[in-house]
């Protein structure tokens, strides 16, 4: 059975996108994390072979990946050749510059993504995605969640574990700090 990873990139005071619905604060806008992120990033890819999004990580995703330059080639081709699937009831066609592996689901993802989970290949990743990826939490599908967490405070944003939640228990399963702070924990979803 694939595993599904869900990687958040969030501020130390948990915030996985800014007042202004940006990610500067890690994606290089107006701050830069530190190039050993980047490594890891490079052996995470090597596990994975299917990345899942929604409609404003695709369009994040899509505006930028399809025509990166100084980014780590291997991240940049990884990212442009990996298959793609966009979660989105809003979209009525999806596209990746050049690269035709990425294919559109209207339907209700929670079924669509149980089934993928049935099928065989490398473990399946999303990024960002956050009302997607809590309806997933809450649906219990992720079987790993990794946290990276950027030394910065940003005051306000969207989180992605929603004040509704009155707990989400946890297992931490691994912790690494990176050279100028950032660091990245994993966890198993909790019973």
């Known amino acids: 059975m694939r595993k599904l990873i869900l990687q958040a990139f969030m501020s130390v005071d948990g915030f996985c996108a800014d007042r202004d619905k ?6 290089g806008t107006y701050n830069i994390l530190e190039k050993d992120v980047d490594a890891n990033q490079g052996s995470l890819i090597d596990s994975i072979d299917l990345i899942l999004m929604g409609t404003n990580t695709y369009q994040l995703f899509a505006g930028f990946w ?18 793609k699937i966009v979660f989105s009831s ?18 209700d993802a929670i079924t669509y993504i149980r089934s993928l989970k049935k ?26 969640i990794q ?10 944003g969207y989180r992605l574990f929603p004040e509704r939640n009155k707990l989400f228990p946890l297992k931490l399963t691994g912790s690494k700090t990176f050279s100028e702070g950032t660091m ?3 966890y198993e979803p909790g019973s």
Do not use: C, R, Y
């Open 22 to 27: 940006t990610t500067g604060f890690f994606d």
């Open 66 to 83: 399809p025509t990166a330059t100084g980014e780590d080639p291997k991240i940049t081709t990884a990212m442009n050749s990996i298959p």
């Open 90 to 107: 809003s979209l009525k066609e999806v596209a990746w510059g050049s690269h035709g592996n990425i294919s559109l689901v209207a339907d």
């Open 119 to 144: 099928g065989s290949g490398k473990n399946m990743i999303m990024w960002g995605s956050l009302h997607l990826a809590q309806s997933l939490l809450q649906a219990n599908l992720f079987d790993e």
């Open 147 to 156: 946290l990276v967490v950027a030394p910065v405070a940003i005051g306000k």
């Open 184 to 186: 990245l924990h994993t």
